[in-house]
């Protein structure tokens, strides 16, 4: 059925741009892995927050300039010639260099003609499976956002007033307007921010008795700068990109840069609230940050091992971690794939183009000067040889008249002012002598014609004549256009030393690529000693971070079982509560019926065993008795009311 929607007619203009648009994406995806790769070593010492904020700007660049490929590719299917499909309508190319630079992109050969030939007739096929997966990457993110969602309606418990109360306090320390609500929750393991309009922190439950304040403060003021920041939403714009651009490493690679400056943005800001980074630092041993909407398409070398070791090294030497050995690969093997491309596809046209052949007859003109101003009145001598040079090769020219019969070598001598032709035309031979433009020569079958008598050949000889003029016309013509090809061929021969420039410059630029990936080499055998001093030093932490998880446990345990008996014990003092505020009526309304008082207010009294005493004063002996029989049935039990600023039951020792 979806095969069958992309089929539609109205839909192929935008299945062609859709396809192409992610086809270029994968190329402005090595461009922008150079660009992240020059933003994090050019920025090594920079800000997190900077840092952050450049990378945020490459990404959204990234998604424009997709954007506006798209809006490209769709206009170009619209217009007469469309380069994927190799067509040409309406036309035909103008200029012999045109001709040139359209055989060349167009030949059948090319492997880039034969991808761009697939590409272009599977347009409806890849689209499919982009929106395939497409949807299956929204339904997940659709999943995340309902199991937000339903973190934040199930399964919470509110927090003491102590607590809530600090969230509010450190809140407005870091001038947040809206208000932040903090609960318990069991259905979470480590803290977490849910909600954009109203945020509310879930924590596990028992995590603010198992922790330290301070740590637990710090914690907090963490998940607090999350919110300051407004992250949801930026997280949920990188989302979008991950889930359009599931297939391009580079964005997966720029979207977990962008997770990872966020966290360390988070930790500044923790830190320059609380002023301790040791307190900080020790609660990250303890809980370690994973996000709801963590990349699940990182790059391995994007995926460390060792992150919570990097914080930790960020916090205590307050330097940003360099690249690694892998991404620093990644960023050199795509500037190479750039310049090989764009070496690749950049088109050569031809020194020559050569010019479709037509079965005409061929006439050859060789100049070459004579001689002699004059002829000789009884035979013309033959013109000497002409000098070592090469000939001039016009281009074929048009047919004459039928019945002339072209030889098949006539030669045409000129000198400055005299010209000798030989022809042959309609059986005889002809060797004329002109000079300056009369005839003052003639051979005709080898016979010298007197030049007294050439007079009288002027009707026979001004066809012939005719079309020696016409040859010349026409050898001029092709000489012209023999000068414009050259010319040609020249700008040609220019553009090819400029390219053969270009690629020697890139050539050095490669070399130079070698030797910084030998470095990077170098530099990545240094880093893994240094890797290996870390991860023993991250063995030792998670050995004190295992312990005092199993620590903790037991406290949690512990205050599991004081809950439960706090539990017990509020229960039993609610029930008393309230049976002593049933015993405690009914004893005020005896009094008011015994006349002994007339209302609630400003009530005083206790009841013992021994004695009554209303509003200060003793009652009889009778009332005593019959209200003792009444309230005090265990020994020893009294009841009082704003006695001595006390009210309830006791038993007197």
């Not at 109205?10 to 062609?16: A, G, T, Y």
């Not at 998604?63 to 170009?76: C, K």
């Not at 270009?502 to 030797?515: F, L, N, P």
């Not at 539990?567 to 003092?573: G, I, L, Q, T």
Request: hydrophobic share 40%; net charge positive.
């Amino acid at each position: 059925m979806i095969m069958n929607i992309f089929h539609l007619p109205l839909s192929q203009k935008l299945i062609q741009a859709l396809s192409w648009t992610l086809l270029h994406s994968l190329w402005q995806g090595l461009v922008l892995a150079v660009l992240t790769g020059g933003v994090l070593l050019t920025m090594r010492k920079a800000r997190p927050a900077l840092r952050y904020n450049v990378l945020a700007v490459l990404l959204v660049g990234f998604m424009v300039v997709s954007a506006g490929t798209f809006w490209l590719e769709y206009r170009q299917t619209s217009d007469s010639f469309i380069l994927h499909s190799y067509k040409v309508e309406g036309g035909s190319v103008q200029s012999s260099q045109q001709a040139a630079v359209a055989a060349l992109w167009l030949d059948p050969e090319r492997p880039l003609t034969l991808l761009m030939d697939f590409c272009t007739r599977h347009a409806s096929l890849i689209v499919a499976i982009w929106f395939v997966v497409f949807l299956f990457k929204s339904l997940q993110a659709a999943t995340g956002l309902y199991y937000i969602h339903r973190l934040r309606h199930h399964s919470i418990h509110p927090v003491s007033e102590a607590w809530a109360e600090r969230v509010a306090n450190l809140a407005r320390t870091l001038k947040l307007r809206m208000p932040v609500l903090l609960a318990e929750s069991d259905l979470v393991t480590v803290p977490l921010v849910a909600g954009v309009v109203r945020p509310m922190i879930l924590v596990p439950a028992g995590f603010l008795t198992n922790l330290p304040y301070q740590q637990v403060e710090a914690i907090l003021l963490h998940e607090l700068a999350h919110i300051h920041r407004k992250d949801y939403l930026v997280n949920l714009f990188q989302s979008l990109a991950e889930n359009i651009y599931f297939f391009n490493p580079a964005v997966l690679w720029l979207s977990y840069l962008l997770r990872e400056e966020r966290e360390h943005c988070c930790d500044d800001l923790a830190i320059g609230v609380t002023q301790n980074k040791t307190s900080f630092v020790e609660a990250l041993v303890q809980f370690q940050e994973y996000k709801l909407a963590h990349p699940a398409h990182s790059l391995a070398f994007a995926g460390r091992r060792n992150h919570l070791l990097d914080r930790i090294k960020r916090i205590i030497y307050n330097n940003n971690k360099p690249l690694e050995a892998m991404e620093k690969v990644f960023v050199t093997a795509s500037l190479l794939t750039i310049v090989v491309l764009s070496v690749a596809f950049s088109p050569t046209p031809p020194t020559q183009v050569p010019q479709p052949e037509t079965p005409k007859p061929v006439v050859r003109l060789v100049v070459a000067p004579s001689p002699s101003l004059a002829p000789s009145p009884v035979s013309i001598p033959s013109p000497p040889p002409a000098p070592a040079a090469a000939p001039v090769v016009v281009p074929p020219l048009p047919p004459v008249a039928p019945d002339t019969i072209l030889p098949q070598k006539t030669g045409i001598h000129m000198g400055k002012v005299l010209s000798t032709y030989h022809m042959s035309v309609n059986g005889k031979r002809y060797e004329i002598v002109e000079q300056n433009g009369k005839i003052t020569g003639l051979k005709i079958d080898g016979t010298t014609i007197p030049e007294s008598q050439i007079e009288s050949y002027q009707s026979e000889l001004a066809p012939v004549m005719a079309e020696v003029r016409e040859h010349q016309k026409q050898a001029e013509i092709h000489r012209a256009q023999a000068e414009v090809h050259r010319q040609e061929a020249e700008v040609h021969r220019k553009q090819a030393e400029e390219h053969r420039k270009q690629a020697d410059v890139m050539r050095q630029e490669a070399a130079a690529m070698r030797e910084q990936a030998q470095k990077n080499r170098r530099e990545a055998q240094s880093l893994q000693a240094s890797q290996a001093e870390a991860r023993a030093h991250a063995d030792e932490a998670r050995r004190h971070a295992d312990e005092a998880r199993r620590e903790a446990e037991v406290h949690r345990q512990q205050a599991e079982v004081h809950r439960r008996e706090a539990e017990e014990h509020r229960k039993k003092a609610e029930a008393q509560r309230a049976e002593y505020e049933k015993m405690q009526g009914e004893f005020i309304n005896d009094l008011i019926q015994e006349g002994v008082i007339q209302s609630k207010s400003n009530l005083s009294y206790r009841l013992s065993s021994e004695e009554l005493v209303v509003n200060g004063k003793k009652q009889s002996d009778a009332l005593h008795q019959k209200m003792k029989n009444k309230y005090l049935k265990e020994l020893g039990l009294e009841m009082f009311h704003n006695w001595q600023g006390k009210s309830g039951i006791m038993y007197s020792r």
